[in-house]
């Protein structure tokens, strides 16, 4: 009969995994994170030419070269 008792002590799963899939779980988990970070990457750049075009906003030009002569 199967009691509660039993369910504490039940014998440890074993699980055997060959070589070859354990080197391609490895490949498929840096694929993962090389996409990863491609994508953050590409994310902060973003940013950055999205801040940069911000700045160049409110950045005051000059309108004439008289103005930028004279710094007014």
Same mark, same amino acid.
């Given at each position: 009969m199967? #009691?509660?008792f039993d369910s504490f002590f039940a014998p440890p799963t074993i699980v055997v995994v060959s070589e070859e899939r354990l080197k391609a779980a490895e490949l498929k988990a840096k694929k993962d994170q090389l996409t990863a970070v491609n994508v953050r990457i590409k994310d902060m750049t973003d940013y950055r030419d999205t801040l940069t075009e911000e700045i160049a906003k409110l950045d005051p030009q000059?309108? #004439?070269l008289e103005e930028a002569l004279l710094g007014e």
């Open positions: 199967y #009691s509660l000059p309108e #004439s």
